[in-house]
């Protein structure tokens, strides 16, 4: 599949692509669509869900479909086409800071990023993990959300299109808004209920092959969706249960399926190796002579056989997230993983000739203090000595409150005691003589904002991603505090999403916060 040079810096990156699957030709009348997601291209065309936003699209054939990002804006990719002839634009969103970047992706095509003054003109639809938790900050912009898994909802997306068309937008809204997986803003908006996942043969895996990525050249599947884990501040169990994986018979038929040999796959899930044929799944990869990349793995999976296959598989390095260092803490957070599951982790991975681990770990979470930090030196000089001589990197973040979670009712300290904290655990880190990476915790507190907010939210991230106001500006200019990750929230204060789900899960979510209260 050829297209014309992008009329921008992507035109070289464009023409190095590999299709993976052969799509049916549009008609030359077919109406366009644009998939578009909030970051560059180098971090779209690594991310699973723009893959299946852009695959499902394509296969249909029933449209001209076509991909910007933010390096692209205010054209497409593909012809070079500006985002504002569009009838329809598609975004796909995992993460609430690239909220930001879909305004400032309209503000540079010229659309009008305030849905009341657009007037539908392009209809802008979203979905994704980050909008189906707390769809509200996003409710001004934005005519449709898609909430929870996106394979049904695509679909129906789809046929409403070419029923209706474009052109009839108040007809095509309508018939969606009629069901509880889509969110209709600007008509009358009845309460939604988050839906169960269903059982899948297929998951998304992508559908382009191209060097210009986070993962070079390599072909990414998802072999799971949801986690058999129940930590209390991770919206993916919540978000995506029940727990469901790809079969090896089907990941199998997926390799064959390629139009082009892919030489190397990375697997993407919550827990690889919670995966009940990961075994099977490196030995096939291996007899196949495909290299294969690697997530997380979950240290109470890991046995010496399941190290052994990801050493032979080439991985020099690993990735563990313990969260917390401390046992006890851990374990209030939902992460019920004794510290020897750690260290025999370690110990495996490492004789199997892995020589690089990466360990991650929260900052500022309920119940941390002074006794969180001894407990954390002993284990993290424990994991050393059990990785014998392996290079460790921690990787550390502020805990992020999310809606859905028992977290959401979580005040987050003053920022000038988490930074605190950050600085603690960076010393002691650097005494062990331990690489840290320590994310932004202003970035951090952005993002809990954001998870956090409701719809006037939306409007004070379109006055910030303008120009020329400060975060905290914006937020005061609409009505926000700029400090609502640090405030209390109980249960008599209606939460911004609680408009949009009724949550029969509710109660417990305040349970389960409350005793982390009473452990306190």
Known sequence: MVFPAAPNNLSLKV????????????????????????????????NLGFHFLYGRLARSGRFRVERFFTDSAPRTVESGSYLSTAPVLFFSISYEEDYL??????????IDPLRKRRKRKPLILVGGAA???????????VDLIALGEGEGNLDRIIEMLTEYGSANASRLLGELAAAPEFLVLGLAESGRIRARGREREDFPRSVILTPQTVFSNM????????????????????????????????????????????KKVGL????????????RILQLLYKKDIQVGLGSFRAED?????????????????????????????????????????????????????????????????????????????????FKSAGGGARISVHLNTVVPKAGT??????????????????????????????????????????????LGGSNLGEALIDYAGGGVSWKKSLQRRGMDPFLPHRERGIEEKLPWEKVFREEGGSELLRQYRELEVED
Request: aromatic share 8%.
């Open 131 to 141: 909008v189906s938790v707390n769809p509200c900050p996003l409710e001004p912009v």
């Open 268 to 279: 993407v899930s919550t827990a690889i190796t919670a995966h009940p044929d990961f075994a």
């Open 302 to 382: 890991m046995d010496g056989e399941k190290a052994r296959l990801i050493g032979r598989s080439g991985a020099g390095s690993a990735t563990l997230a313990p969260e917390s260092g401390s046992e006890s803490l851990r374990a209030k957070l939902g992460k019920k993983v004794p510290d020897e599951m750690y260290f025999q982790a370690a110990g495996n991975l490492r004789s199997a000739g892995i020589g690089i681990f990466n360990l991650y770990l929260l900052s500022g979470v309920p119940g941390e203090n002074e006794q969180t930090l001894r407990e954390t030196r002993k284990f993290l000089e424990r």
């Open 406 to 451: 028992p977290l959401q009712y979580y005040p987050l300290p003053a920022e000038e005691e988490l930074l605190g904290r950050l600085k603690q655990i960076k010393a002691l880190c650097r005494e062990l003589g331990i690489r840290t990476r320590v994310k932004s915790l202003r970035a951090s507190l952005r993002q809990a904002v954001m998870s």
């Open 15 to 46: 023409k190095k692509e590999r299709y993976l699957e052969r799509y049916p030709p549009a008609g030359r009348h077919a109406p366009r669509i644009f998939a578009g997601y909030p970051s560059s291209y180098r971090v779209g065309m690594s």
């Open 101 to 110: 970047n879909l305004i400032r992706i309209l503000l540079a095509a010229g």
């Open 219 to 262: 072909m990414l599947v998802e072999m799971s969706r949801g986690c058999p884990g129940k930590c209390l501040f991770c919206v993916a169990s919540p978000l995506y249960r029940p727990y469901r994986y790809l079969t090896v018979e089907r990941f199998q038929g997926i390799l064959e399926e390629t139009l082009v040999p892919v």
